[in-house]
């Protein structure tokens, strides 16, 4: 069966200082994933996703980015945080068809 | 463009009430239907879907039904448990663009079940 992850699971950061966000699915191949930012209390805000290694497409432009360095590998990365980009960041991955699956989450408190 | 409306919460329930979440939804083509539910802290978990007109789709006791001629998908169960609450999100994926199944997720519907 097909798990995802995320980590870390909970982060804590410096306005000003980096990200990196890394997300793994296991048991399935050549898998689109997403990146997701759920702000507190509201709905899902698409921020990338990526159809094959290398491929990254943006929906929301903002000082965060994407990469997809493995098949089954996908991290969100920032140079500088903001007191913006805190929220919870959910990975997702769909094998082809239309539903999609949902990592565990990391939540990012940007201070 | 797609879009997805969903009944606002917070819905508080007795433990054993009947459930109702309504959605609605907008979108250009044939969509496929689907309920998440997330639990506090939580990601998101599919919880039901639904592919064509009057397919119903179901787990764990909820029930929805895609009702094309009212573009509706309400979420539905007979009997809530306190172990039901948390929120749940209507979203509707449309035929593949650019490659990638985009999903139009709605804002969310909190659902408190109380002893």
């Known amino acids: 069966s097909q798990t995802i992850h995320q980590w870390p699971a909970t982060l804590v950061q410096p306005v000003g200082s980096p990200l990196s966000l890394e997300c793994t699915v296991e048991?399935?191949?050549?898998?689109?994933l997403y990146w997701y930012r759920q702000a507190a209390g509201r709905g899902l805000q698409l921020l990338f996703y990526?159809?094959?290694?290398?491929?990254i497409s943006s929906e929301v432009p903002q000082n965060l980015s994407a990469s997809r360095p493995q098949d089954r590998q996908f991290i969100l990365s920032s140079k500088k945080l903001l007191l913006s980009d805190s929220g919870f960041y959910l990975c997702?991955?769909?094998?082809?068809?239309?539903?999609?699956?949902f990592g565990p989450g990391t939540r990012l408190t940007v201070t | 463009g797609d879009s997805v409306t969903q009944m606002e919460g917070p819905v508080t329930l007795s433990e054993e009430a009947f459930l109702t979440i309504n959605c609605t939804y907008t979108?250009?083509?044939?969509?496929?239907l689907f309920w998440y539910v997330q639990y506090p802290g939580e990601g998101l978990q599919l919880l039901l879907k639904?592919?064509?007109?009057?397919d119903k789709g179901s787990n764990k006791g909820f029930e929805a039904t895609y009702r094309k001629e009212t573009t509706s998908f309400h979420l539905e169960k007979g009997s809530v448990q306190v172990s039901d609450s948390a929120v749940y999100f209507c979203?509707?994926?449309?035929?593949?663009?650019?490659?990638?199944?985009?999903?139009?997720f709605g804002t969310g519907t909190k659902l408190q079940v109380i002893p």
């Open positions: 979203a509707l994926s449309d035929n593949f663009s650019g490659g990638y199944q985009k999903v139009t």
């Open positions: 997702a991955w769909s094998p082809g068809s239309y539903e999609q699956y």
């Open positions: 048991g399935t191949s050549n898998p689109n």
């Open positions: 979108a250009t083509g044939y969509p496929s």
């Open positions: 639904a592919t064509k007109a009057d």
């Open positions: 990526s159809v094959g290694i290398g491929q």
